[in-house]
């Protein structure tokens, strides 16, 4: 399947197709205008006044030499968007398929080209109430001439006795009914005058119509789903059809979501000064959800150094994926660190983007579970679970499409950003009377307000090298659609 295959080769890099179509579209390379961490100069207009932090790259193993084609303009320290992504696509596992009930199955994708070891229909049948006759008997029948035929019975839907018709008989049938031998039409009942001795049939279908052949729809030894195809009603409905109970999936990978910090507390507890309510656990399982996974929420971290180790051991045990917000830096940090460094290495660098720059990622534990660091700030958190997570998820599901897809929008506001960063804004976007699409920034570019963000349907995306777009301009939005 395309955007699927990965190769642990060449720096981890995931080497399957990648969609244009999605959030990081391919852009020139940034150029260098103006000093990073100052006013970047723009294309055209005055400078702009957003700037991204660059702090110094951490890694919990020692600094970590980056490839150069994996670096980003802004500065030697920063990775690209894409060079992360790759890394992350490329470690991520495949679950084996397993075998679930066709109900339990449904939004997973087949692991197995299902066989029919039925016709299906079993039999021939009407396909609507009417009446079973030979095409030839009613050959010419109209309104005002009908042709009139003896009725000899009926069908009905359920188990009964195999009939038949002769030249010129009829017999009357139910949508599903087994079809009389002999017959090979079956007039509609709102082409008759409905009568229950003898039948005035005011049209003449032709031959083969309204009914249906046995194995017309699945024969015997055919295909009825093929491995990739995603299950929905439809397909819940055939393999039911076909005598299946159960069917081989691609399963939903199971994701741990944890919060690391000093300052965090649950959503019942009193806040005391400095204290803020542990937003990112229920947020990003509900975005893993939404994108897929089995997302189980462990919540805050324990601030004992040998409690923290045991609770991290047993959630690479239990999971296909880790996700851990916090903030990169102080104690809380520095005592996970220690307890991730003693699973296995893990990077932690600056990325070239905003919000939340700061981003890490390894693959710990002995099965080498991947885990993805992203930022304790709620905003910059969900912007990178949709940079970087869903399309891991949705990768381990199987899926082709791993990427949202996104329109070209008219801006209706003038926007800034940070020169060599992607700046991702939460923004509105809607249809413009005229055709085509309108967007709207909620709030300012380095706003990380929670009401707002919860108000915005999509992300605008600005390239590295742009910093800023003028009223009217073109820019790439990203809709957030649940379960998109």
């Not at 981890?12 to 006013?39: C, I, K, M, N, S």
């Not at 660190?337 to 990325?351: I, N, T, Y």
């Amino acid at each position: 399947m395309t955007g699927q295959s990965e190769d642990g080769s060449n720096g981890g890099e995931f080497r399957g197709h990648r969609d244009t179509a999605q959030v990081d579209v391919p852009v020139a390379p940034p150029r260098r205008t103006g000093p990073v961490g100052g006013l970047p100069a723009s294309r055209s207009g005055p400078p702009a006044q957003a700037s991204a932090p660059l702090p110094a790259q951490r890694a919990l193993t020692g600094p970590v030499p980056l490839p150069a084609d994996g670096r980003s303009d802004a500065s030697p320290l920063v990775r690209t968007v894409e060079r992360h992504l790759d890394e992350i696509l490329a470690a991520v596992p495949q679950p084996d398929p397993i075998e679930l009930a066709v109900l339990d199955a449904q939004g997973l994708l087949c692991a197995e080209d299902v066989v029919s070891q039925r016709a299906l229909p079993a039999f021939d049948q009407a396909a609507l109430d009417g009446y079973a006759v030979r095409a030839e008997d009613v050959a010419g029948a109209t309104v005002a001439r009908p042709v009139e035929l003896p009725v000899v019975g009926e069908s009905v839907a359920g188990a009964s006795e195999p009939s038949s018709i002769g030249p010129g008989l009829a017999m009357r049938v139910a949508a599903g009914a087994m079809l009389p031998a002999g017959a090979d039409v079956v007039v509609p009942a709102v082409w008759t005058d409905g009568g229950a001795a003898r039948v005035a049939v005011q049209a003449a279908p032709p031959v083969g119509s309204y009914l249906r052949r046995t194995g017309d729809d699945v024969a015997p030894d055919d295909p009825a789903v093929h491995v990739g195809t995603p299950i929905g009603p439809a397909q819940i409905s055939l393999l039911a059809a076909v005598g299946r109970d159960r069917v081989a999936v691609r399963p939903r990978p199971r994701v741990a979501v944890l919060s690391a910090g000093t300052e965090l507390v649950e959503i019942t507890s009193p806040l005391s000064p400095g204290q803020v309510v542990d937003v990112n656990s229920y947020a990003l399982a509900a975005a893993a959800r939404d994108a897929g996974a089995d997302a189980y929420r462990w919540g805050i971290l324990p601030g004992d150094q040998r409690r923290l180790a045991e609770v991290l051991e047993s959630q690479l045990l239990r999971s296909d994926l880790v996700l851990v917000s916090g903030t990169f830096s102080g104690p809380a940090f520095e005592m996970v660190q220690e307890a991730l460094a003693a699973l296995g290495g893990m990077r932690v660098s600056q990325v070239a983007m905003h919000p939340g720059p700061a981003q890490g990622f390894g693959r710990l534990g002995r099965d080498e579970v991947p885990v993805i660091f992203v930022p304790g700030e709620p905003v910059a958190a969900l912007v990178a679970f949709e940079v970087f997570v869903r399309p891991a998820i949705r990768l381990m599901l199987g899926k082709r499409q791993l990427f949202r897809r996104t329109v070209q929008a008219i801006s209706g506001q003038h926007l800034l950003s940070p020169l060599g960063y992607r700046q991702y804004l939460h923004g509105t976007v809607m249809r413009h009377p005229d055709g085509g699409y309108v967007v709207e920034p909620v709030g300012e570019a380095t706003d990380a307000l929670l009401a707002r963000m919860a108000r915005a349907n999509c992300l605008i995306v600005i390239d590295e090298d742009v910093t800023e777009v003028a009223a009217g301009g073109l820019v790439t939005v990203m809709p957030l659609l649940l379960g998109g």
